[in-house]
Each structure stands twice: as C-alpha cells, then as structure tokens.
C-alpha cells in the first residue's frame, strides 16, 4: 500500500465545461443587435410610401413621363395620401397631360393630370350630328365609326377607323337636329379637313364600325 507523502494535496479535478469568454459574449452581442435593427429597419420600410415630386419645372399642358419626378417617402398614415401619386401609380399615368404648372420640389397629386383626349399624334374633334344619323344614339366611348358625306346624292367614306373619345348632348343644338348630340373623335389632321368640309356641306353619317374590317376588306 502506497502511502501519499506528507504535505501533498489531492490532484484537482478538471472542470466539466469551458467557461465563455469576453469574445464570444460580445460576439453574441453583436448578433443580437444586428438581429434588432434589421427589424426594425424591416418595421420602418412598411410604415412608409414612396411619393412623385417633381425632379425639375413641370409646365401646365405638357406630357407627363416619369423621368420629371423623383421618389420620397412620406409616412404611410400622412392624411390626404390618397390624392398624391405614388410609384404604384406611376406607370399608368405616363403619358397624361399636366393641367397646372408644378415647381421643382412640389408634391404631384392627381387633380394636377387629366387623360390625354386622343393618342399622342391625333386631334380632339367634336362632331355635331343628329342622333338618327350617328347610329340612333348607341355610340359609346372607345368604339370605332366611320363617317360618310354625302354631296349631291353621292355618298363616300370621309373618314373610316376613328375611335369615339366621348358621347354627348350639348345645350344647343346640332347642325341639322334639335338633338344635340355630338360625338368627340381622335383624328389625324387631314381627317380633320375632311370632317369640317363635311360637316359644312349638312349631310353626314356615322357608322359604328367596331370589330368590323376596313371599306372594301369584305365589308
């Protein structure tokens, strides 16, 4: 039997785990945080809305095109958000006609826009015309007519394809009706010649051609 010598201890035990060190708590920390802010900056993206101010001098009467404005955020519950356009409305208002003047900065609402008349290249022509002569008055926004003169009891096509902007009754009457009722077309501009002739001659007639081929292409 070995005998342990006087004055010796007993060898101490090695500890069962590792103790964390300042690295790895800090490291820890670091975590946290950037867990933290990402939701936070995650939190801060949805409570605001992208808005369109204008990035130069918008002029009353110009075409709209998105390469005038420039995006900021404004908070999503700012009171009268619904009249201001946002990047969500921007693409369908490309193309639109600026009613006032903007300055350089200012906010872009939609009562500063209004629908262009016609495609860009036509004119807005308003055609007066008694209702029995304009298809009985079934005309509507967006179909297509042609429109016949006739002059001396010949009759042929002044112009043919152009789409219908707007019905409506005026309050005075129409050439030839006590209707008035007119029709606004999109027109080129030789059309246009060819419409104020016939509308001075008193003797003209719209056909809705909506879906139907073109005179002469089996119609």
């Known amino acids: 039997m070995r005998l342990r010598e006087a004055g ?3 060898p101490a035990r090695r ?5 964390l060190s300042a690295t790895h708590i800090l490291i820890a920390i670091v975590v946290i945080l950037a867990f933290v802010l990402n939701l936070l900056v995650l939190r801060d993206r949805g409570s605001t809305t992208l808005i369109a101010v204008a990035e130069r001098p918008l002029a009353a009467g110009s075409t709209f095109n998105t390469d005038g404005v420039r995006l900021v955020p404004i908070d ?5 958000l619904q009249n201001l356009v946002t990047e969500q409305d921007l693409r369908g208002l490309e193309g639109w006609v600026l009613e006032r003047s903007i300055a350089e900065g200012g906010l872009l609402d939609f009562s500063a826009l209004v629908e262009p008349g016609a495609a860009p290249g036509l004119r807005s022509m308003s055609i007066p015309v008694p209702i029995e002569h304009a298809a009985g008055g079934v005309l509507r926004e967006g179909d297509r007519v042609d429109v016949i003169s006739v002059v001396e009891g010949l009759a042929s096509f002044v112009a043919t ?3 219908v902007l707007s019905v409506a009754e005026s309050t005075g009457a129409a050439i030839g009706s006590t209707s008035g009722y ?3 077309l999109a027109v080129e501009a030789e059309s246009a010649l060819r419409l104020a002739e016939a509308i001075e001659s008193g ?5 809705r051609s909506t879906g139907a081929p073109a005179p002469g292409e089996g119609g």
């Open 8 to 10: 010796t201890s007993k």
């Open 15 to 19: 500890a069962g785990g590792r103790r």
């Open 76 to 80: 999503a519950d700012f009171e009268g």
């Open 161 to 163: 394809d152009l789409e």
């Open 182 to 184: 007119h029709l606004v």
């Open 203 to 207: 003797s003209i007639e719209v056909v």
